[in-house]
């Protein structure tokens, strides 16, 4: 993976996939239950929302390129390959995990409290 920042993120595929997809949030703001029931630790909710994060774009990918073979389709497969998918759930995991934490104290609670 090239290791040179661009604006900030790891390289310029990183930068690209943040400028044209600025909030993914979307992707995990309804899974906030799930996260807490299956992940204990900070960092496994952060490798499955980095997960999540590239398999749409890939899936956005699929539908906008017609076929991933051949020159185009090589240069893409090439370029998403240097795409740093922890460094774009970096971007969200404060806000995931404080959804998270609200979550696991409202089950705390007492009903009717």
Known sequence: MNTHKYNGW?????FTVNAWYQD???LFED???DLSDEHDDKQDVLNTIAGWIEDHINEEVDLQVDNRGGFVGDLMNAALTE????DL?????????DEIETHRL???EPIGV
Do not use: C, G, P
Not at 10 to 14: D, G, H, S
Not at 90 to 96: A, G, L, R, T
């Open 10 to 14: 790891t390289n310029y595929e990183t």
């Open 31 to 33: 899974h906030i239950e």
């Open 83 to 86: 795409v740093d998918w922890l």
């Open 89 to 97: 759930a970096e971007h969200y995991i404060d806000d995931v995990w």
């Open 24 to 26: 993914l949030s979307y």
């Open 106 to 108: 409202n089950q705390r």
